[in-house]
């Protein structure tokens, strides 16, 4: 009898622990229809048009853009996502979360003139202040784990607790008693909090580089990539592989989303993969892969490079300038493993009727060229990211007008619209719970305990702190969105890097974008690799290991360009062309190391293991080592070539003479 009791106990405690964790795990998005659907484009024009006025003005306080932007996006949010894994439509809960959104929005909006002369330990919150505050950060909480999940969510509530229950700790990590009132003060006054720079720089000009990547699809711009891809990689062994990586990388560097470019570039290049025999997992984890890499890529980047140029100070378009180098040997690696693997297994190349030449296929998409040319010239001019921004979107629409069939009239205008806020929602609630983060980080001073137990756990040593700082922004990347594990690791991490160990500013953000970025393809959440196994048909588990493996230049390369900074452009141009050279002959030897075959015939394990060794030798910032490896390396490498040809060649002839 208790034997039973127990067992029945135990179940209904599995139970509700499955309906907590059901209940934390991300819910259905949805696209409203009827009524609402009219309501939400009626919003989004409301929110281009307001968010657009303020970005380009620049007379709104901080404070003030932001709570226009909430009291515009919060309803977006609220109507295009459901309350339970389970549902599929909107409840009445759901309506009461926007009522509750925009007036509490609204309350920091109309008092904007009050907090604009507010001083610390002399202002009063008041009651309604207080309520409105609270309310819209549990309204932020519930977006956040509707929108992306459990990770996100449990940091910030972990660190909730954290603020009122760390004065009951023991240790280091004890901090003193934090009044409720103060608390509240810190998150919704001052720019530590939600107010913070994360959700001013979506707010700003992260939305408008979202709404230029839609108008650039929806006038056709996609298509460019792809025919130029095709042109250029088609005809070679696995062309289709090598025009996903391509096209992916072009359009990737356009949207910033790796989601939004497997579903843009996936239903076109996993197809043809598939035709020419490449199996399921192998397809979707190009096309997972190559997405991802588009966060890291220039002219756009993804959100995460906005943040970093307002969290540095570093001009947007000089962090364009220095991720080129890296951002391409990032391609090179996944470029040069899909090679390997096309040469190993005969793969075809593209069906000549899918090929156009480069003149046809600039021709039929020129009008495509000028929004992405306008782009790079503002960025070259120096003009602010929200200048940029709005400058290539209007860009986009008069160069629409001159081509027929693709012109950007009310309603592709109003349908841009929505599609820019419904792709911002996750972006929404990833940096507004980043503020809340941020807050309770400065508010405790965890990020000076933190500092210290990372400076214990390493002894101190640079090489162990990286390695550290590396594994601890994938475990945040298990369960945050790309952004959210940025803002985490400049909160927590940087401190060691920059200020103990003296590395400079510009090296460190860009590992933590690298790492941050990789998130989209690292288990158990990889958000691209389950985008394009859908499309493919495969078990996105079973991707796991060859999409990391075509990834191994994000893995490696910040390491590399941590200590050679020439990857960068920092420095003169010898220090420049010697360690690009350096850094892409890094990532080479890497993948002939993980393929561990030279055309078709396998490396003896031991010469595989000289490869690594090589490769990672590269990462001191000796040139003498750096040239003697290298010649080394790559003079085994043309051996094992020609006696791999020599090999096929011998197998070719027996057959004859036999």
């Known amino acids: 009898m208790n034997s039973q009791s127990h067992r029945s106990t135990l179940g209904h405690m599995q139970a509700a622990c499955s309906s907590i964790m059901k209940w934390m795990g991300e819910t259905h998005r949805i696209h409203p229809t009827g009524r609402v659907e009219t309501l939400l484009a009626g919003l989004s024009v409301l929110a281009v048009l307001m968010i657009s006025w303020y970005a380009l003005v620049g007379v709104a306080r901080q404070q003030y853009q932001i709570a226009i932007f909430l009291a515009l996006l919060m309803p977006a949010c609220f109507l295009t996502t459901t309350c339970g894994p389970d549902t599929k439509t909107l409840k009445p809960i759901d309506y009461i979360f926007v009522i509750a959104g925009v007036l509490s929005s609204l309350w920091f909006v109309m008092n904007e003139g009050r907090y604009e002369v507010w001083m610390t330990g002399f202002s009063e919150l008041t009651v309604i202040d207080l309520t409105a505050g609270t309310i819209l950060s549990l309204l932020i909480i519930e977006l956040g784990r509707r929108t992306i999940g459990f990770g996100l969510t449990a940091t910030v509530l972990v660190l909730l607790l954290y603020v009122w229950l760390g004065d009951w700790m023991i240790g280091a990590f004890r901090h003193p008693p934090i009044d409720f009132r103060y608390f509240m003060e810190m998150q919704l006054i001052t720019n530590d909090g939600v107010f913070g720079s994360p959700l001013y720089v979506a707010a700003s000009y992260a939305f408008l580089f979202v709404l230029f990547g839609n108008f650039y699809i929806i006038s056709g711009g996609g298509q460019l990539f792809f025919d130029v891809s095709a042109s250029l990689t088609g005809r070679m062994t696995g062309g289709p592989a090598k025009a996903c990586v391509l096209s992916s990388g072009l359009y990737g560097s356009i949207s910033g989303s790796p989601v939004a470019d497997v579903a843009t570039t996936g239903p076109i290049s996993i197809p043809i993969m598939r035709r020419i025999g490449i199996s399921p997992e192998r397809a979707a984890s190009i096309e997972a892969t190559a997405s991802t890499g588009g966060s890291m890529l220039p002219p756009v980047m993804g ?72 782009l790079i010239w503002l960025l070259a001019k120096g003009y602010s990211q929200a200048y940029v921004a709005a400058g290539s979107v ?43 983060i941020i807050g309770c980080i400065e508010l405790t001073g965890l990020s000076g305990k933190f500092t210290l137990l990372l400076f214990q756990l390493s002894f101190g040593m640079l090489i162990p702190s990286l390695f550290l700082a590396a594994f601890i922004l994938l475990l945040l990347g298990t369960g945050m969105p790309t952004t959210g594990v940025y803002i985490m690791a400049v909160a927590l991490l940087a401190p060691v890097l920059v200020n103990k160990f003296g590395l400079p500013l510009m090296p460190v953000h860009l590992f933590f974008l690298f790492y941050a970025c990789l998130s989209a393809i690292t288990p158990p959440v990889a958000v691209a690799n389950f985008s394009a196994a859908a499309i493919a048909g495969a078990n996105p588990f079973k991707m796991t290991s060859y999409a990391c493996k075509l990834a191994i230049g994000g893995f490696v390369l910040p390491f590399f360009f941590i200590f050679n900074t020439g990857i960068l452009f920092v420095g003169d141009w010898s220090k420049i062309v010697s360690d690009g050279a350096m850094g892409f002959l890094m990532v080479f030897l890497c993948s002939v190391f993980l393929h561990g075959y030279v055309r078709r015939t396998k490396i003896p394990l031991l010469l595989r293991m000289l490869f690594a060794v090589a490769a990672f030798t590269l990462i001191f910032p000796s040139p003498w080592l750096q040239y003697s490896v290298a010649a080394g390396a790559l003079a085994v490498f043309a051996a094992l070539l020609l006696h791999a040809k020599r090999h096929e060649s011998a197998n070719v002839k027996a057959p004859m003479g036999a």
């Open 303 to 374: 959100a995460v490079a906005f943040v970093m140029a307002d969290f540095t100070g570093i001009p947007y378009a000089m962090i364009c300038l220095y991720a080129t180098l890296p951002a391409l040997a990032y391609y090179f690696g996944i470029f040069t493993l899909v090679h390997f693997d096309a040469v190993k297994e005969g793969q075809s190349r593209l069906p000549e009727d899918e090929i156009i030449g480069m003149k046809i296929a600039l021709a039929r998409n020129w009008t495509s060229i000028l929004p992405i040319a306008a």
């Open 394 to 436: 209007i860009a986009v629409i008069l160069s629409s007008w001159l081509a027929p069939g693709r012109a950007i009239g009310p309603k592709k205008f109003i349908q841009a619209c929505v599609e820019t806020c419904y792709s911002s929602v996750p972006l929404t609630a990833a940096v507004a719970a980043s503020g809340i």
